[in-house]
């Protein structure tokens, strides 16, 4: 059994999951987390940082509100506006590049304005195009569009990233924290790239592996999204020799 509700708009992000059980194959039960428990604070920047398959999609999944079959707590910020962008891109391949950002949107959002949002996303010259016709890059950009589209006020991020070259990522990274600094929303960000969540968050949460649970927490000092490439390692590698002492590897 849980507890999950939405809160107001100041209040933060809070999540308690006691036990999360899946059923393999054969029927057998495999416990994915246990006695996790985190909290991040309204228009913050979290990010779940773990080994592969560790659970860390599932978490992100919980605190959507997408998956309920947990035992624990959940009291997501703000009034249910909620935007996610998955690993993937999930467009739809019939529809253009404007069509797909719009789908989110109520009826009476369809006259919308979403020049700067597009703007800021280097899509304004793409939107007439098709999935298929984008690079993997823009696709991702349009997918990130999408969510932020419905004015979230919690936005979960599912290693958006991955597979782009490092330029294209440090672009979009770039992109993201203009948008979330812009418009304040409590950001959830799941990862396994240590210098990448450094960059980006305000607090980082470190996961064990299965069954899950945080074995380490951080606090970053600001400035988000411009901190010398100095200050990310020398936080990498204290996070890193923390981590070591408990056996863990936190990841690259």
């Keep these: 059994m849980n507890d999950a509700q939405s809160a107001g708009d100041a209040a933060p992000l809070e999540l308690r999951i006691d036990a999360k059980v899946f059923l393999s194959a054969d029927g057998t039960p495999v416990e994915v987390i ?6 991040l604070d ?22 959507a509100g997408i998956d309920a079959d947990f035992r624990g707590e959940l009291r997501r910020p703000g009034s ?8 993937e891109p999930r467009l739809l391949p019939w529809r253009t590049v404007e069509q797909n950002i719009r789908l989110v949107l109520p009826a009476r959002g369809a006259a919308t304005d979403l020049t700067e949002l597009v703007e800021i996303l280097g899509l304004g010259a793409h939107l007439t195009r098709y ?28 290693e958006p990233f991955v597979s782009l070259d490092e330029a294209t990522a440090d672009r979009l990274r770039d992109e993201l ?22 960059q980006l968050a305000d607090r980082l949460f470190f996961l064990s592996d299965r069954p899950a649970r945080i074995i380490a927490e951080k606090a970053l000092p600001p400035p988000r999204g411009a901190r010398s490439p100095e200050v990310v390692a020398s936080i990498g590698n204290e996070m890193r020799l923390l981590l070591s002492q408990v056996g863990t590897d936190p990841g690259s």
Excluded: N, Y
């Excluded at 246990?34 to 909290?39: D, E, P, Q, T």
């Excluded at 249910?80 to 690993?87: E, K, S």
């Excluded at 600094?181 to 990862?191: Q, W």
């Design 80 to 87: 249910g506006r909620l935007g996610m962008v998955f690993q």
């Design 177 to 198: 924290v203009a948008l979330t600094k812009r418009t304040s929303v409590t950001t959830l960000f799941v990862t396994h790239d240590v210098a990448e969540a450094i």
């Design 131 to 158: 999935p298929g016709e984008l690079s993997l890059g823009l696709a991702r950009r349009a997918a990130i569009a999408r969510a932020f589209a419905v004015q979230p006020d919690f936005l979960l991020l599912d």
């Design 34 to 39: 246990r006695g996790l428990k985190f909290r």
């Design 42 to 63: 309204a228009g913050s920047f979290g990010a779940l940082i773990g080994p592969s398959g560790c659970g860390k999609t599932t978490i992100l999944k919980i605190a």
